[in-house]
């Protein structure tokens, strides 16, 4: 398989498992606090929609859009999304966001399910219910949005889709034999991978894309074809290293002038 084939694979399943796993945190503390069947059904039915929705956007993205038109608006909103991830991030290894703590969420859901008021509709537990399948769908909303960008920017998505599966089947199946969250997946550091790359294919594609602008409105190539994505990649690694350390040194030199301070005061 080619390089770029790679990088797909590894953006679409680094991407979906960061999303399933915010998923099954939302409907483990439904269904183990409130009903595991209004849970089951929430997640079931926001997966019915979703098919439809995945059918019915895919359709229009591919159908109404010329290609080069096609590759940058998918790509400018790739690197738009890529860019959150990257963002966050950056904030998190430079000390000024806290880190994203599963644990802690999970916490937080069954907090709110225990104090919610219990109302059965269609046999089921409404609450559970529409959490699970707001959560299900939402995660899963930036699920199909990543596959088919990546599948259909990449020209494959049949990959796009077997990648996105198996983490699904990875996080699902992990989550069934623990009972619990996976608090033990580097979600921060994955998020941070994911972003670089998101930013990249983003930066890639949108690059393509700009030929819309020209006489006959056809995709630009960049030098090197598929292997550019190598050099935008490290730039936007090197780039984020530097935000990082500057973060980091901004962060630390207020504390210092407050150590010196106490200090001169000592004296």
Do not use: C, Y
């Not at 991407?15 to 409130?34: C, P, Q």
């Not at 409404?126 to 699970?132: L, N, Q, R």
């Amino acid at each position: 398989m080619s390089s770029a084939t790679w990088a797909l694979i590894l953006a679409v399943f680094g991407a979906a498992i960061v999303e399933f796993v915010e998923a099954l945190t939302i409907v483990l503390a439904m269904g183990m606090t409130r009903s595991w069947k209004a849970a089951l059904v929430g997640t079931a039915s926001a997966v019915v929609v979703l098919a439809g929705f995945t059918a019915a956007a895919g359709f229009a993205i591919s159908s109404w859009l010329p290609k080069s038109a096609l590759q940058l608006a998918i790509g400018g909103l790739l690197l738009i999304f890529g860019l959150q991830w990257l963002r966050k991030a950056i904030l998190r290894s430079a000390g000024r966001k806290a880190m994203h703590d599963e644990a802690e969420i999970f916490e937080q859901e069954t907090a709110a399910a225990r104090s919610a008021a219990s109302e059965q509709r269609l046999g089921l537990d409404w609450f559970a219910f529409v959490v699970s399948f707001k959560g299900v769908f939402l995660e899963g909303v930036e699920i199909v949005f990543i596959v088919i960008t990546f599948g259909l920017n990449a020209h494959n998505m049949p990959v796009a889709i077997l990648a996105a599966a198996a983490s699904g089947v990875v996080v699902i199946g992990a989550g069934a034999l623990a009972h619990r969250p996976l608090t033990q997946v580097p979600e921060n550091t994955l998020k941070f991978g994911v972003g670089l790359l998101l930013a990249t294919f983003g930066t890639f594609w949108a690059g393509e894309g700009l030929g819309v602008f020209t006489k006959h409105g056809e995709s630009l190539t960049w030098p090197g074809s598929d292997w550019a994505l190598l050099v935008v990649l490290g730039v936007w690694i090197v780039t984020a290293r530097l935000l990082v350390t500057t973060l980091r040194q901004r962060a630390e030199a207020p504390a210092e002038l407050v150590a010196g301070a106490l200090n001169s005061q000592e004296a």
